[in-house]
Nanobody, 116 residues
Framework: QVQLVESGGGLVQAGGSLRLSCAAS????????MDWYRQAPGKRRELVAA???????NYADDVKGRFTISRDNAGNTVYLQMNSLKPEDTAVYYC??????????WGQGTQVTVSS
């Protein structure tokens, strides 16, 4: 079993910054892709950013240039640096990991609220 624990959410004013972290632990063979998704009230969960084990990144169009996803050298912790935050970034942010030969896992979510 793999556990994903997120941290770093909170309340911030528009234009501010937050850094989310997600640490994976447990019986891990190898983590392939780690992603951040978000879900705002009344909306579907959407992909925000992803990073592969090789370091390739992908971003949703509305966060490009503002958010940066990265992983530590061991590959089991993923970060999301969020700058120039907007009220429309308000959502619950979820960490997601695809683990080789084990499937995919989700974190419990962390609330990000951006006030105008």
């Amino acid at each position: 079993q793999v556990q994903l624990v997120e941290s770093g959410g909170g309340l911030v004013q528009a234009g501010g910054s937050l850094r989310l972290s997600c640490a994976a632990s447990g019986n891990i063979f190898r983590i392939n892709t780690m992603d951040w998704y978000r879900q705002a009230p009344g909306k579907r969960r959407e992909l925000v950013a992803a990073v592969t084990s090789g370091g390739t990144t992908n971003y949703a169009d509305d966060v490009k240039g503002r958010f940066t996803i990265s992983r530590d050298n061991a590959g089991n912790t993923v970060y999301l640096q969020m700058n120039s935050l907007k009220p429309e970034d308000t959502a619950v942010y979820y960490c997601h990991a695809v683990v080789t030969m084990q499937g995919d896992y989700w974190g419990q979510g962390t609330q990000v609220t951006v006030s105008s």
